[in-house]
């Protein structure tokens, strides 16, 4: 399968503990998203990257979410001491330079993520 | 304010029956605009992009239309399917200085039944 990977599907996790996601692109994306979705919501934006840059970071994304995409290739998402709010599922999604142009994301299968 | 709304939020059908999924944006300037269908528990897949230029496009059963005046789209989805049950995104897409920016809809959730 040569779609995008996300890893783990399903986490669930107490409150206060930090809690890690993986996203495997389609190889040759060089732009990866991460959105977050809620039950009955479209996907709300968190940030992207083009290759290891990350080039925009969204407002919902604080202090306890950090992205990383060291090589250019898989990127993780960590969230530190979770919060009840914090439950959603997770989507991660690639684009092609010319998918860029025409918005066309390719998403994972998302990480859902609750937190008792 | 860019926003998408979509409606209606919920709608239920029988087997065999058409319906239409209303998209209403506010988004500028508009690059494009994309349905998306999501499977419970599954990432957003793309159905159909319309362009500036476009009206209607189909793709299969499923026909998409754009009224770039009124800043409206429709999905029109025909004979539906059980497998036609998924919640269906409008995403509109802008052209800022920064780059494209997407604005997601929140979706009309629709069941198909027997």
């Known amino acids: 399968d040569t779609g995008v990977s996300q890893n783990p599907r399903h986490k669930i996790t107490k409150r206060g503990q930090n809690v890690t996601f993986r996203c495997d692109p389609i190889?040759?994306?060089?732009?990866l998203y991460w959105y977050r979705q809620t039950l009955g919501q479209g996907p709300e934006f968190l940030t992207y990257?083009?290759?290891?840059?990350?080039?925009?970071k969204s407002r919902l994304l604080s202090d306890r979410f950090s992205a990383e995409r060291p090589k250019g290739s898989f990127s993780t998402l960590e969230i530190q001491r979770t919060e009840q709010g914090d439950s959603a599922m997770y989507l991660c999604?690639?684009?092609?330079?010319?998918?860029?142009?025409?918005?066309?994301?390719?998403f994972g299968e998302g990480s859902r993520l609750t937190v008792l | 304010k860019n926003q998408v709304e979509q409606s209606p939020q919920s709608l239920i059908i029988l087997e065999g029956k058409n319906c239409t999924l209303q998209?209403?944006?506010?988004?500028?300037?508009?690059?494009?605009l994309r349905w998306y269908k999501q499977d419970t528990g599954r990432g957003p897949v793309s159905l159909t992009i319309?362009?500036?230029?476009?009206n209607t496009k189909s793709n299969g059963r499923y026909t998409a239309t754009l009224d770039a005046d009124t800043k409206q789209s429709s999905l029109h989805i025909t004979a539906s399917q059980l497998s036609d049950s998924a919640s269906y995104i409008c995403?509109?897409?802008?052209?800022?200085?920064?780059?494209?920016?997407?604005?997601f809809g929140t979706g009309t959730q629709l069941k198909v039944e027997l």
């Open positions: 998209c209403n944006y506010t988004v500028s300037p508009f690059s494009n």
């Open positions: 319309m362009t500036f230029s476009e």
């Open positions: 999604a690639s684009s092609s330079r010319t998918g860029w142009i025409t918005g066309e994301l390719f």
């Open positions: 990257f083009q290759n290891e840059a990350q080039l925009e």
């Open positions: 190889s040759e994306h060089n732009r």
């Open positions: 995403v509109v897409n802008r052209i800022t200085g920064g780059g494209n920016k997407l604005t």
